[in-house]
């Protein structure tokens, strides 16, 4: 059976992919040559991230593929309702990047909370002639212990969110339309650990009560994030989006930071990918990254093992 893994798979997962009699594809194939290339070289699973969508075109026209994956959480980029009914096995990896997700969301905090973004982007041009001043600029950063995160959607990643959170000494505020209470558990490396259990609140109290607030939703319809949610957070607060583009209200949230209403925003997807709206890219009390919460080595490897051992399951 050959598979198509179009946005790329790591290599421990095509090992594992053709110890199990599969031949693996890693051409990358632009989506209006996707169609063909399925059908030509009779492939049976396409596998994708979030650069490739699988729509009703696609699945309709290529009566080959018994398989669909997502190497990631959400799938907007998939029509998965409409492929289960056309018998096609639809699969993704809800676990394996929620680590690495999390820790962008404080790479991103941390840095925000000292100013390193912006302090990054002005060294090099005025750190030699300017140094006294981009040293006064930059010397009223805050700590995160003792602040309180808001996160919303407290699902896999929003959980990891709160370990760290909680490792960190902040408290820890969340709000979910599913789930109202989850226990966290934290590993340390000595082979303790502790069980925290976290009851979920209000999403008003949420965003009147929060230092920070952390997304952790799926795609939306409507915002999460708009003009109006805004005006009820703290004066000074912050919003960090790694979950999708889409759920905050670009237009109001450029408004709050320049009047000063929110201190600062890190974004990891966009409304606009992928080429995000030029506000926001040269804005300076915005933190910016190119959508790459699940790209690390680490999260890679487990995805694709993950997606290696769904399919060889289903289709073997």
């Known amino acids: 059976m050959k598979i198509l893994a179009n946005d790329g798979i790591s290599q421990s997962g095509i090992d594992n992919l053709e110890k199990n009699g599969f031949e693996v594809l890693t051409t990358n194939v632009a989506q209006e040559q996707l169609?063909?290339?399925i059908n030509n070289n009779k492939i049976d699973a396409l596998l994708v991230r979030s650069a490739t969508t699988a729509r009703k075109e696609l699945i309709d026209s290529c009566s080959n593929l018994k398989l669909i994956g997502r190497g990631g959480v959400g799938m907007d980029n998939i029509d998965v309702d409409y492929a289960k009914s056309k018998g096609i096995h639809v699969i993704n990896t809800p676990a394996a990047s929620s680590a690495s997700v999390a820790e962008l969301v404080f790479a991103h905090l941390y840095g925000c909370v000292r100013f390193l973004h912006d302090s990054n982007r002005n060294m090099p041009l005025e750190g030699e002639a300017n140094f006294k001043g981009l040293k006064k600029a930059y010397s009223k950063g805050i700590e995160l212990r003792g602040k309180t995160i808001g996160i919303i959607g407290f699902g896999r990643i929003g959980q990891?969110?709160?370990k760290i959170a909680l490792g960190v000494g902040m408290n820890v505020i969340a709000s979910d339309k599913f789930i109202t209470e989850a226990n966290?558990?934290?590993?340390?490396?000595?082979?303790?650990?502790?069980?925290v259990n976290i009851k979920t609140q209000d999403f008003e109290k949420l965003i009147k009560s929060s230092d920070f607030i952390s997304l952790h939703v799926p795609a939306q319809k409507s915002y999460v994030i708009n003009a109006e949610v805004i005006s009820k957070m703290k004066k000074g607060a912050a919003i960090i989006n790694a979950a999708r583009g889409g759920v905050i209200?670009?237009?109001a949230l450029i408004d709050a930071l320049d009047s000063g209403h929110l201190s600062f925003a890190a974004l990891d997807t966009f409304e606009n990918e992928p080429k995000p709206e030029i506000k926001l890219l040269m804005?300076?009390?915005i933190s910016l990254t190119p959508?790459?919460?699940a790209a690390t080595m680490e999260a890679q490897d487990r995805i694709g093992e993950e997606l290696a051992l769904q399919i060889s399951n289903l289709l073997n």
Not at 184 to 194: A, D, P, R
């Open 249 to 251: 209200d670009e237009v």
């Open 184 to 195: 966290i558990e934290i590993n340390f490396s000595t082979g303790n650990k502790i069980s």
């Open 160 to 162: 990891e969110v709160a």
């Open 35 to 37: 169609i063909d290339f």
């Open 283 to 285: 804005h300076e009390k």
């Open 291 to 293: 959508h790459i919460g």
